[in-house]
């Protein structure tokens, strides 16, 4: 397996990667780099047995065998170049973003050549920064990992392994695919969050401190969605926005309808659809992907 | 206090309330009136200390001084008519529904007499019927308290006073403000949650087990809150259709400009937008009325 790890930007998915590598390999080396202030500072005090590097262009002394970008995904162009300068087979490079398509997409546009192996573990909390990750955020969610057309069977493998080894379960998919699905469990439900926040903050005033107090009805969920890290979200929203806009429009058709039938009274209509949508909630929760919440603590 | 207190619809909430009722106050006999199949069965098998009665019509006899309310809104005018068969000032009653405007009409319309301090009391999980209730539901969260224009300073009180007793803070509010404020923090996060869940059935057949496998990105948040009782969420919907309509539409208005701004690529803007987001959230945190998410749990 893999002996020295890099880590290009250093926040709370990072952090929390380097938490859940498991002991019987903290043999091998961990390397961080992220560009925030204070970082090496911050690293230190965090004391988790990883070593900052000051810049990009010197890695190649280190003899790193995997490379993990954890940055916001606008910024993987100007990093994989970096990469890619060293023109070397050495290494494999693997990711944890987002989005897939766009990714992939610079790659060949940039005729990289580099093994690459995108991945994305789907995983997360509102909070960042690299004192916010934690030992088993991953622990029995998914790895989604989207090799490109000339990937290894072997490359391939060893990236599913590296996640599996964080208690993680492997899914291979299209980076095509991937946006697809993600765009419906993910962009949506944060588009969703954001805009309903930006609408209560407009109310707010006629509000006062109504919107806080009384928040527990519903409204202090999306509030959790919609405090995630603004960068890496306008890096998602922008990189996947045809899907998104597609999406967003479907289901303001869907709430138009709703409150359509709000209109008409129409009882029975309603009822049957409220009923339809508890029987996902069960599915969920059957495969152990629910989370728990407590709701008074 | 209240002596004998009689709990109408005993499902999650009446049966948390009971279950809260501090001990000290425990020769308070509590009373359940409940229509589900089974009631009395499953209320013994809960073991509660709580006693079934058989029919509204012959409660009197218990000499009742408080009367809960916790049914489903819709379900009220005929309640209350009972209750006001009696035309008698030896009880109180109040309620937790989520719609007040309604409820107050309903007691105006039908000229009722009896003595009413409607409430509502924020808090709640996804999960319904009296098996799912928990000590504890109510610490450190509101209940409003909505009197009536001929409610006495004393009636408010006491109430207000049953509602600390379960380790609630209360707030006095009109009708009108209850459901203007609700609308936003509860009925509009509601109606949005099962829209979206809407929207991922219709898409779902294209995704297979990928909607349900890779709901942690954001989408398994919202299949809580449209996890709530059809029933419960169908009458509030219709009990305050009004306001729901119109902040509805103001909040398509916010997605489709935000929609617009990601077809612009206005990266500015976007920042902008949700770094805003996250002021909210964080006085939520402050306030402590943002519960608590495990994600992996």
Redesign the interface.
């Known amino acids: 397996m893999f002996k020295n790890i890099l880590i290009i930007g250093f926040g709370m998915i990072g952090s929390s990667i380097a938490r859940s590598i498991p002991k019987s390999r903290k043999q091998a080396h961990i390397y961080a780099f992220d560009k925030s202030k204070d970082f090496s500072k911050r690293l230190k005090k965090a004391n988790l047995n990883v070593s900052s590097i000051k810049s990009l262009d010197d890695f190649k002394k280190l003899s790193i065998d995997l490379i993990i970008v954890c940055t916001p995904v606008l910024q993987y162009e100007n990093i994989l170049k970096k990469i890619n300068k060293f023109n070397d087979q050495s290494f494999i490079v693997t990711d944890v973003g ?1 989005t897939k398509k766009n990714i992939e997409d610079i790659y060949y546009k940039n005729n990289f050549k580099f093994r690459f192996i995108p991945s994305h573990p ?5 909070k960042s920064g690299l004192e916010n990750g934690f030992l ?7 790895s ?1 990992v989207c090799p490109l057309k000339n990937s290894s069977k072997k490359d391939i493998s060893l990236v599913n392994k590296f996640w599996r080894s964080l208690s993680m379960k492997t ?1 291979i998919m299209t980076a095509k695919d991937h946006d ?3 765009s ?20 707010e005033k006629s ?1 006062n401190s ?18 995630s890290d ?2 890496m ?2 890096d998602i ?2 990189a996947n ?1 045809k899907e ?2 597609k ?6 058709g ?3 309808k ?2 359509n039938d ?2 008409l ?1 129409n ?1 029975k209509k ?2 049957n ?6 029987n ?5 929760v059957k ?1 152990k ?9």
Chains 1, 2 share one sequence.
């Open positions: 987002s789907i995983a997360g909390i509102e088993g955020l991953f622990e029995n969610r998914y989604i899914e697809h699905v993600l419906l469990t993910s962009h949506l439900p944060h588009i969703i969050s954001y805009s309903l926040v930006l609408t209560a903050i407009k109310k509000l109504k919107l806080v107090k009384f928040s527990a009805g519903g409204f202090r969920d999306f509030t959790r969605v919609a405090g603004p960068e979200w306008r929203f922008l926005s998104i806009k999406l967003t429009n479907m289901f303001i869907e709430l138009k709703f409150s709000l209109n009274h009882s309603l009822l659809k409220l009923q339809k949508t508890k996902i909630r069960n599915r969920i495969a992907q629910a989370g728990k919440f407590i709701p008074n603590d």
